[in-house]
């Protein structure tokens, strides 16, 4: 059973005269307890299909269309996320699908203790009075490893290191064990050392409370550690999709082989840091054809031409690619 069914999602945004179409008719799923990622390099529309998700964008200036946008939560019931009130969507976000960022100052509360923040969220959804949601606050902080947290709990936001403020959002968005986990990007604002013991802490959390996980990255070191399943996403669109260890040792598209290629130790015969050329290309300048032919190293005529469909490779794999695909081109 899926949790989260995404169909043909578009999001486009007004600027200027046009329009920047963000995420251009996305399909993703995740399973019951299914640890899934979308890898892809900045501006691709990672964060925007997230935020659509959890209905974070304003609209208009963002227009958000979808054959489907669904979400089950713990009761069984199917949600039409796009159809939600926004009361409904806060109940939605805090106790069903929670989601965690880049950057945890801008989610802290400066001028509130971590306890308050905290108690905040037994007090509103779970109706507890002060001390008894006290009580809960120091116990998930005990959880997400903060050590000494009835003195932690007395402070401020600025008087903890990012690597804690990073634990206590999470604390904050698995109190109530939702069903699932939206987290993006957390780790690449901290420090490398710190990075490591977060994503630990995220997957201990979703085995603990059987949450699935949504991950998004640009980082497929981080796929390998975090997900069972991945999206590769490129100006808007998948490119790729399989299981991590097929994407990994046997990757399909050219934009996929680039990004393996950036990660040294993923595949033994890469031992530097490669950088695939050029960059992303503006969301109002994306090539016609194929999107990733201005970079690809295979690219042909019908590449630049015409745009590749997803094709279904068998064992759960899809890809946006002509190479190999011999009954797509044009005689
Ligand atoms: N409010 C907005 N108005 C106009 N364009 C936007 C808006 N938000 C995002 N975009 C555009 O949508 C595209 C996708 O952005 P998105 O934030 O989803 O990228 P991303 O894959 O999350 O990148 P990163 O790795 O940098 O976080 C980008 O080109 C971005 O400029
Ligand atoms: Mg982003």
């Given at each position: 059973?899926?949790?989260?069914?995404?169909?043909?999602?578009?999001?486009?945004?007004?600027?200027?005269?046009?329009?920047?179409?963000?995420?251009?008719?996305?399909?993703?799923?995740?399973?019951?307890?299914?640890?899934?990622a979308?890898?892809?390099?900045?501006?691709?529309?990672?964060?925007?299909t997230?935020?659509?998700?959890?209905?974070?964008?304003?609209?208009?200036?963002?227009?958000?269309?979808?054959?489907?946008?669904?979400?089950?939560?713990?009761d069984?019931?199917?949600?039409?996320?796009?159809?939600?009130?926004?009361?409904?969507?806060?109940?939605?976000?805090?106790?069903?699908?929670?989601?965690?960022?880049?950057?945890?100052?801008?989610?802290?509360?400066?001028v509130?203790?971590?306890?308050?923040?905290?108690?905040?969220?037994?007090?509103?959804?779970?109706?507890?009075?002060?001390?008894?949601?006290?009580?809960?606050?120091?116990?998930?902080?005990?959880?997400?490893?903060?050590?000494?947290?009835?003195?932690?709990?007395?402070?401020?936001?600025?008087?903890?290191?990012?690597?804690?403020?990073?634990?206590?959002?999470?604390?904050?968005?698995?109190?109530?064990?939702p069903?699932?986990?939206?987290?993006?990007?957390?780790?690449?604002?901290?420090?490398?050392?710190?990075?490591?013991?977060?994503?630990?802490?995220?997957?201990?959390?979703?085995?603990?409370?059987?949450?699935?996980?949504?991950?998004?990255?640009?980082?497929?070191?981080?796929?390998?550690?975090?997900?069972?399943?991945?999206?590769?996403?490129?100006?808007?669109?998948?490119?790729?999709?399989g299981?991590?260890?097929?994407?990994?040792?046997?990757?399909?598209?050219?934009?996929?082989?680039?990004?393996?290629?950036?990660?040294?130790?993923?595949?033994?015969?890469?031992?530097?840091?490669?950088?695939?050329?050029?960059?992303?290309?503006?969301?109002?300048?994306?090539?016609?054809?194929?999107?990733?032919s201005?970079?690809?190293?295979?690219?042909?005529?019908?590449?630049?031409?015409?745009?590749?469909?997803?094709?279904?490779?068998?064992?759960?794999?899809?890809?946006?690619?002509?190479?190999?695909?011999?009954?797509?081109?044009?005689k």
């Amino acid at each position: 059973m899926n949790v989260l069914n995404i169909q043909n999602l578009k999001v486009l945004f007004r600027a200027g005269e046009g329009f920047v179409r963000a995420v251009e008719g996305v399909t993703i799923t995740v399973g019951e307890g299914e640890r899934v990622a979308i890898v892809g390099e900045s501006g691709c529309g990672k964060s925007v299909t997230s935020l659509a998700c959890m209905r974070l964008l304003n609209t208009p200036p963002a227009y958000i269309t979808a054959d489907a946008l669904t979400f089950v939560s713990k009761d069984g019931k199917t949600h039409d996320l796009l159809s939600k009130t926004e009361t409904e969507m806060l109940a939605l976000r805090a106790e069903e699908m929670a989601m965690i960022f880049q950057d945890p100052s801008t989610f802290l509360n400066p001028v509130m203790t971590i306890g308050e923040q905290l108690d905040e969220v037994f007090i509103y959804h779970m109706k507890m009075k002060k001390k008894e949601a006290r009580r809960h606050s120091i116990e998930m902080m005990k959880k997400v490893g903060i050590p000494d947290p009835e003195m932690r709990a007395g402070q401020y936001p600025h008087e903890l290191s990012g690597g804690l403020k990073q634990r206590i959002l999470i604390a904050m968005a698995t109190s109530l064990s939702p069903r699932l986990l939206i987290a993006d990007e957390p780790t690449t604002a901290l420090d490398v050392t710190i990075q490591a013991q977060i994503l630990k802490l995220i997957s201990e959390r979703c085995e603990k409370e059987k949450m699935s996980l949504l991950m998004i990255t640009h980082d497929l070191g981080v796929v390998r550690e975090m997900a069972d399943r991945v999206y590769v996403m490129y100006c808007g669109k998948i490119v790729e999709e399989g299981t991590v260890q097929e994407i990994l040792e046997n990757p399909k598209h050219p934009y996929t082989k680039a990004l393996v290629d950036t990660v040294p130790g993923i595949d033994e015969r890469v031992e530097r840091f490669v950088q695939i050329p050029k960059s992303v290309p503006h969301p109002m300048h994306k090539p016609s054809g194929c999107y990733f032919s201005n970079r690809c190293s295979y690219c042909t005529e019908l590449c630049k031409k015409k745009q590749p469909p997803l094709r279904d490779i068998g064992n759960g794999r899809t890809v946006r690619c002509y190479y190999d695909a011999e009954e797509l081109w044009e005689k």
